[in-house]
């Protein structure tokens, strides 16, 4: 690595050039970092929802052409001016939700929504200065989310990459960067599942399932998962499902079942789509008095939620989770440490592996509700 140092770097990336169009695998060149920034070799990166959902449009963050991936693990490669978090050679987890511990939001210890991401330039696809680090054929490419992990090279912010032990595996670590960390946290710091309480989960893809797996470590006594794919049903019970419900079993009202099933209603709900009806099923299928519903899924930005006023009256709460309350630097270290003592599952996420340039098969499985993760080896095929 030393001979790359404050140098540019040419190397493989899955370039979006417009939305509705597959990935294009393409030389990228990858600027040295600056102030406050670092650039990081990617070795694995997981392909998650919420890829898809720019590529295919229906989510609108960032500017094309654009580099996506956001859930990856790495080693720093070099370091711009400034940093002091962490140094060349350190293993790493991208965060894709900063945590710049110097805003409002991070000094008031009530959330975990850095300033950052809320505004300045994260959400544009740049660096903080404005401007990328990438480049294809002459042309500017965008980041997203400060992270793009389906380069093999990426500079990033160092609020934006939390250090890990040199120990832990990066093709399963990788996966706390979003969707596991996402899942598990909503359960147990977002809802705060209590024991001997009744859960419903729809959607059981892997946020689903980690949802699940925080739901057992809770203590919950009943976890009911759904989903309209049978064949998830026997994949939720690793994780913990007790029972699954397929609503297309059903003639009546899926909340109607879900209040009869559980004596008038469930303690918690968790809506990991990011569909609008499903939330409000979700919401309708808590019990009065006490119900809480959490909302992960993301729906499309032009959706409404709606509901009967009256609900809220009658004591029902509603709680969003992103990043499943998880502050990145703080919180990662402490999961990785969960998942090596069996705590927390990893390996079982992931049921395809696969090189980058299959990546668009990856998103192809998972539209076909066929993985539940695929774990990308960034250099596998490449001279590393």
Known sequence: MADTQSKPIQCKAAVCWEAGKPLSIETVEVAPPKNGE??????????????LSILNGSLKIGQMPIILGHEGAGIIESVGSGVTDCKKGDHVVMLWLPQCNQCKSCKSGKTNLCDEFLGGTHGLGTMLDGTTRFTCMGKQIHHFLDCSTFSQYIVVPEMSVCKIETSAPLDKVCLLGCGIATGYGSALNTAKVKPGSTCAIWGLGAIGMAVIMGCRKAGASRIIGIDINP??????????MTEGVNPKDHDKPLHEVLTEMTGGGLDYTFECIGNVKCMQTAFESTHK??????????APDTDEFCTKPFNFAMGKR?????????????????????????????????????????????FDLMQESKSLRTVLNMWEGSEK
């Open 38 to 51: 670092v650039r990081v070799k990617v070795l694995y990166t997981g392909v998650c929802h919420s890829d």
């Open 231 to 240: 064949d998830k049903f026997k994949q939720g019970k690793v994780f913990g």
């Open 289 to 298: 008095g006490w119900g809480k519903t959490i909302i992960i899924g993301v």
């Open 318 to 362: 509603i709680l969003g989770s992103f990043y499943g309350d998880y502050k990145g630097k703080d919180d990662v270290p402490g999961l990785v440490e969960s998942y090596k003592n069996g705590e927390v599952l990893l390996d079982e996420f992931v049921t395809h592996k696969m090189a980058l340039d299959k990546v668009n098969e990856a």
